[in-house]
């Protein structure tokens, strides 16, 4: 039998473990032959369809979930057309709920899988072309031959520990710039929003056996490891093992990986300040900064207790800390979203990520959605539409808001400058978000230069003691000294001052030197030097003359 997976992501940055997971427990099965085709799902569906064909498999297997839904069921609908005769399996998130609509309305969907399915699918491999012992399947949902609905639950794998790792398959996809490392499964928290709330039992990897994992990782020169553990810090102890073993592959690996803020211990932050630079990327879920929200979305962890660790978190220079908060949590108003951006720059946040709520399949939340008074969009991404606490437009005004942090607060060169103007003006927001409304800006793609004139633009009309900031962000972004928030740069033959401050850098002679003015006598200000022999455009080195 030949198994054609069909490995479609959104990008070709991303890399399903689906593959790899399910194809290690059965690689030693010589009665399969295993295919594997991957696209995006920008790419031509006629041509991915052609080649599906040609390549005749028996079956097609693949992973669905909300952002590659639409673009997978066009695709497997016309194979089916041309090949009827080929089983088509799907697993994924998308199924964690009720599955028998789907299969009834998408009937060219043999089988689709609900949960963990190392175990459960090897196993109806084995009875794949005898429907009457379908029905001991952990897992399975399908139609049967007289069209009568069977739902076999949720698959776990409780001997998680025990699987043969994804790496050992020839199909774990090295390429990539950074692999996935699964070290839990399940969580202990309840998020009503999430596919994992109240997961349990949480099962973990030995850390004997992480390391294992992480040595073959390294040998395959992996720079970017994202570690799959939403209970990273649940378990102060174990929490510190793993950094202690992350130290082990320093400076070669940085990991990702996801914190709890409010169940930080006095321990773990003391561990957390001595690591190297470099080592960790942190996300930090908060997802509000309001408490009724959090209870309604049964979230465990008192707002008091997240709000200080996300502080420390981003306190520290030695790593990088972002935020997330979630639009369309219900009780959650448009203002208050506003006002935890405010504080979350305050606290210096790497990244603000603001996302839309997406009412997932086999959530609490979405069980609940009337109930809470949530209406939702019933197809992929499932993005909530409306609560009671905020309308249509305030969540559209919440999409632009997050436009606007990705493109100037979450963009390296802009974001000291905009994280000043967020905290220290109150009206910045707002303000600014209506103006790049009005221009027609939010939602179209800028670079980084783009981005900078329009800030320098907007501030000289609104905020005019802030133009010198943008124009050292603009200088030290590497931008061009030929454009308006240069205006003022002195850059021909420019010879040092007799005494400076001296902020980066060191000055030697061969430095092209610059000079940004601070009063109108020009006896006072900014010196960049850059370096005449490359092609960097970013100064470096950096002096102040002051009074």
């Known amino acids: 039998m030949k198994i054609l997976w069909l490995d479609l992501n959104c990008s070709y940055a991303h890399s399903s473990l689906a593959l790899p997971a399910l194809h290690a427990q059965i690689m030693n099965d010589t009665s399969i032959e295993w295919d594997v085709l991957s696209a995006t799902i920008n790419e031509n569906v006629g041509m991915i369809v052609s080649d599906i064909y040609n390549r005749c498999p028996d079956m097609i297997a693949a992973t669905n979930w909300l952002f590659t839904h639409e673009s997978l069921l066009h695709i497997l609908s016309r194979v089916k057309a041309l090949l009827p005769q080929c089983k088509i399996v799907l697993g994924g998130p998308e199924f964690l709920g009720p599955n028998e609509e789907f299969l009834r309305h998408h009937n060219y969907i043999d089988v689709v899988f609900r949960g963990e399915g190392e175990e459960s699918f090897p196993k109806w491999l084995g009875c794949y072309n005898k429907v009457e012992n379908w029905n001991t399947i952990k897992g399975l949902c399908y139609l049967d031959d007289k069209n009568v609905y069977h739902d076999n639950g949720l698959a776990k794998v409780l001997n998680f520990a025990d699987l043969i790792s994804p790496e050992k398959s020839p199909f774990f996809n090295w390429s990539k710039p950074f692999v996935q490392l699964e070290t839990t499964r399940g969580c202990f928290n309840t998020c009503a929003f999430c596919v994992s709330g109240g997961e349990k039992p949480v099962r973990t990897l030995s850390i004997e056996k992480i390391r294992e994992r992480l040595t073959e990782i390294h040998q395959h020169g992996i720079k970017n490891v994202r570690v799959l553990d939403r209970t990273f810090n649940y378990n102060a102890r174990r929490a510190k093992e793993l950094l202690n073993l992350f130290l082990d592959f320093s400076p070669d690996i940085c990991f990702h990986l996801e914190m709890h803020p409010a169940l930080l211990s006095e321990e773990l932050k003391q561990e957390l300040s001595i690591l190297p630079k470099g080592l960790l990327h942190l996300e930090a879920g908060i997802q509000s900064l309001r408490e009724p929200?959090?209870?309604?979305?049964?979230?465990?962890?008192?707002?008091?207790?997240?709000?200080?660790?996300?502080?420390?978190?981003?306190?520290?220079?030695?790593?990088?800390?972002?935020?997330?908060?979630?639009?369309?949590?219900?009780?959650?108003?448009?203002?208050?979203?506003?006002?935890?951006?405010?504080?979350?720059?305050?606290?210096?946040?790497?990244?603000?990520?603001?996302?839309?709520?997406?009412?997932?399949?086999?959530?609490?939340?979405?069980?609940?959605?009337?109930?809470?008074?949530?209406?939702?969009?019933?197809?992929?991404?499932?993005?909530?539409?409306?609560?009671?606490?905020?309308?249509?437009?305030?969540?559209?005004?919440?999409?632009?808001?997050?436009?606007?942090?990705?493109?100037?607060?979450?963009?390296?060169?802009?974001?000291?400058?905009?994280?000043?103007?967020?905290?220290?003006?109150?009206?910045?927001?707002?303000?600014?978000?209506?103006?790049?409304?009005?221009?027609?800006?939010?939602?179209?793609?800028?670079?980084?230069?783009?981005?900078?004139?329009?800030?320098?633009?907007?501030?000289?009309?609104?905020?005019?003691?802030?133009?010198?900031?943008?124009?050292?962000?603009?200088?030290?972004?590497?931008?061009?000294?030929?454009?308006?928030?240069?205006?003022?740069?002195?850059?021909?033959?420019?010879?040092?001052?007799?005494?400076?401050?001296?902020?980066?850098?060191?000055?030697?002679?061969?430095?092209?030197?610059?000079?940004?003015?601070?009063?109108?006598?020009?006896?006072?200000?900014?010196?960049?030097?850059?370096?005449?022999?490359?092609?960097?455009?970013?100064?470096?080195?950096k002096a102040v003359v002051s009074a």
């Open 293 to 541: 929200v959090l209870i309604e979305s049964k979230r465990k962890g008192k707002l008091e207790a997240a709000l200080k660790g996300l502080q420390y978190l981003c306190s520290l220079d030695n790593m990088e800390t972002h935020a997330d908060l979630i639009a369309g949590l219900p009780l959650y108003r448009l203002s208050e979203i506003f006002e935890d951006v405010r504080t979350l720059a305050a606290y210096g946040a790497g990244e603000i990520q603001l996302e839309s709520l997406k009412l997932l399949p086999g959530t609490d939340m979405r069980n609940r959605a009337n109930e809470l008074g949530i209406s939702f969009s019933p197809l992929p991404p499932y993005e909530v539409l409306a609560t009671r606490e905020i309308t249509p437009d305030e969540l559209q005004t919440a999409r632009r808001l997050s436009r606007l942090l990705d493109g100037f607060y979450n963009a390296k060169p802009w974001q000291e400058i905009t994280c000043r103007l967020i905290v220290e003006k109150e009206d910045f927001l707002v303000n600014f978000l209506t103006y790049l409304t009005d221009k027609d800006m939010i939602d179209q793609p800028m670079s980084m230069e783009k981005r900078g004139l329009t800030l320098y633009e907007f501030c000289k009309m609104h905020y005019s003691d802030y133009l010198l900031e943008v124009t050292i962000a603009w200088i030290e972004g590497g931008m061009s000294l030929k454009k308006s928030p240069a205006e003022t740069v002195k850059t021909k033959r420019q010879t040092p001052p007799n005494a400076w401050i001296v902020l980066k850098g060191k000055y030697k002679e061969s430095l092209r030197l610059c000079f940004l003015p601070t009063n109108k006598e020009e006896t006072t200000g900014y010196w960049f030097g850059f370096e005449s022999e490359t092609q960097n455009n970013k100064p470096v080195f």
